[in-house]
C-alpha cells in the first residue's frame, strides 16, 4: 500500500507531509494538473469517515473525509482539491511515474472487492480509525 498526497495537518501519518511542504515544486504543466485530477477524482473509494476536511487556509469545507485507490495507491479526497488550488504543489515522482506510464487511464482502475477490502483494513489501522 502506497500513500501518496496526504498532509500532515489532515492526517497525521508517518508518509504525510508538512503543508509548507508542497509548494516547493517548480509550476506543474496545466496538462500534468488536468490530468492528475481526472485520475484522482475517478479512483475506487477506500475508506470514507463522517465528516469533511477544511482548507488550510481559509477554513470552507474542500472535499468529504475518504479515500481513493487505484490498487496500487491511495490518496485522500483533499488531494485533487490543492492539486487544483496550487498548481505548484510538490507531486510524488513515482506516483507521477506510474499515472504517466499508464497514460493517466483512469477507466482501467479495477480492483477486487477482496482487495479493497484489504486495503480498508490497512488504511483504517493506519488513520486509528
Same mark, same amino acid.
Given at each position: 500500500? #502506497?500513500?501518496?498526497?496526504? %498532509?500532515? @495537518?489532515?492526517?497525521?501519518?508517518?508518509?504525510?507531509?508538512?503543508? @509548507?511542504?508542497?509548494? $516547493?515544486?517548480?509550476?506543474?504543466? @496545466? +496538462?500534468?494538473?488536468?490530468?492528475?485530477?481526472?485520475?484522482?477524482?475517478? =479512483? %475506487?473509494?477506500?475508506?470514507?469517515?463522517? =465528516? *469533511? $476536511?477544511?482548507?488550510?487556509?481559509?477554513?470552507?469545507? %474542500?472535499?468529504?473525509?475518504?479515500?481513493?485507490?487505484? =490498487?496500487?495507491?491511495?490518496?485522500?479526497? !483533499?488531494?485533487? !482539491?490543492?492539486?487544483?488550488? *496550487?498548481?505548484?504543489?510538490?507531486?510524488?515522482?513515482?506516483?507521477?511515474?506510474?499515472?504517466?506510464?499508464?497514460?493517466?487511464?483512469?477507466? #482501467? %482502475?479495477?480492483?477486487?472487492?477482496?482487495?479493497?477490502?484489504?486495503? @480498508?483494513?490497512?488504511?483504517? +489501522?493506519?488513520?486509528?480509525?
Amino acid at each position: 500500500m #502506497k500513500l501518496v498526497g496526504f %498532509i500532515r @495537518e489532515h492526517n497525521d501519518i508517518v508518509e504525510s507531509v508538512a503543508y @509548507e511542504s508542497i509548494f $516547493f515544486n517548480v509550476k506543474n504543466n @496545466e +496538462e500534468t494538473i488536468i490530468n492528475t485530477t481526472n485520475y484522482l477524482n475517478n =479512483g %475506487i473509494l477506500v475508506l470514507a469517515w463522517m =465528516g *469533511y $476536511f477544511k482548507d488550510l487556509d481559509n477554513g470552507d469545507l %474542500i472535499a468529504p473525509n475518504s479515500y481513493y485507490t487505484d =490498487g496500487s495507491y491511495i490518496w485522500p479526497a !483533499y488531494f485533487s !482539491y490543492y492539486l487544483k488550488k *496550487y498548481p505548484n504543489y510538490k507531486i510524488d515522482a513515482e506516483f507521477l511515474e506510474h499515472l504517466t506510464h499508464i497514460s493517466f487511464n483512469y477507466h #482501467k %482502475i479495477k480492483i477486487s472487492d477482496k482487495f479493497r477490502s484489504e486495503l @480498508e483494513r490497512q488504511l483504517s +489501522e493506519k488513520m486509528r480509525y
